[in-house]
């Protein structure tokens, strides 16, 4: 039994389905810092999320008008292995890993489909008040639903989701040690604008 990092798994699975998926094409995996948090399980909530490190545009700062006054709010700048991170993704575990193999993928295709076309840190935004989903958060993970399928038809070997199969007692009795990067969530720097 080997020691697993889940992180590095999920990079892994990252950067095929960014190279088979056109709808996914446009991302750097270079620029995504895949990290671990931890959920609760049971019940509802979330199973991952991301954390843009660009404002529209693809822009590190902008100013936001408050009451009276404007901020200028900045994003925070995050390094790794010499290289700045556009977007910061976080899979919540235990929860994530309860899932079955099918939904784990269509949770990490939907949020590789927030990344914005242009992969400039920003997100894609949907025309309409929920500029993050469209119109219709069902519709949206229904089309993440057929990406994921189109992905298993294509995928010549499924080795590499094989850390997806079961739960983390499953992934626990298969690795003496489940090692993984965690990172605070990135914080907006909001200072008086001049």
């Given at each position: 039994?080997?020691?697993?990092?889940?992180?590095?798994?999920?990079?892994?699975?990252?950067?095929?389905?960014?190279?088979?998926?056109?709808?996914?094409?446009?991302?750097?995996?270079?620029?995504?810092?895949?990290?671990?948090?931890?959920?609760?399980?049971?019940?509802?909530?979330?199973?991952?999320k991301?954390?843009?490190?660009?404002?529209?545009?693809?822009?590190?700062?902008?100013?936001?008008?408050?009451?009276?006054?404007?901020?200028?709010?900045?994003?925070?700048t995050?390094?790794?292995?010499?290289?700045?991170?556009?977007?910061?993704?976080?899979?919540?575990?235990?929860?994530?890993?309860?899932?079955?193999?099918?939904?784990?993928?269509?949770?990490?295709?939907?949020?590789?489909?927030?990344?914005?076309?242009?992969?400039?840190?920003?997100?894609?935004?949907?025309?309409?008040?929920?500029?993050?989903?469209?119109?219709?958060?069902?519709?949206?993970?229904m089309?993440?639903?057929?990406?994921?399928?189109?992905?298993?038809?294509?995928?010549?070997?499924?080795?590499?989701?094989?850390?997806?199969?079961?739960?983390?007692?499953?992934?626990?009795?298969r690795?003496?040690?489940?090692?993984?990067?965690?990172?605070?969530?990135?914080?907006?720097?909001?200072?008086p604008?001049?």
């Open positions: 039994m080997t020691p697993l990092d889940l992180t590095f798994e999920l990079e892994r699975v990252i950067e095929d389905v960014t190279l088979r998926v056109p709808e996914l094409n446009h991302i750097d995996p270079l620029k995504l810092l895949v990290c671990i948090a931890f959920g609760r399980t049971g019940g509802g909530g979330s199973y991952a991301i954390h843009p490190l660009r404002f529209p545009g693809g822009t590190r700062s902008m100013t936001t008008r408050r009451g009276r006054k404007d901020y200028l709010c900045t994003m925070p995050i390094n790794h292995r010499g290289q700045e991170m556009l977007y910061v993704v976080y899979f919540l575990v235990p929860r994530f890993m309860e899932l079955s193999l099918r939904e784990k993928l269509v949770t990490i295709f939907h949020e590789l489909y927030h990344v914005s076309p242009e992969c400039d840190g920003d997100i894609r935004r949907f025309p309409g008040r929920n500029y993050a989903h469209g119109s219709s958060t069902k519709s949206y993970n089309l993440m639903r057929q990406l994921v399928d189109r992905y298993l038809e294509i995928l010549p070997d499924q080795s590499i989701l094989h850390f997806l199969e079961g739960d983390m007692g499953t992934l626990r009795r690795h003496p040690k489940i090692v993984a990067r965690r990172l605070p969530a990135p914080r907006i720097s909001v200072a604008a001049k």
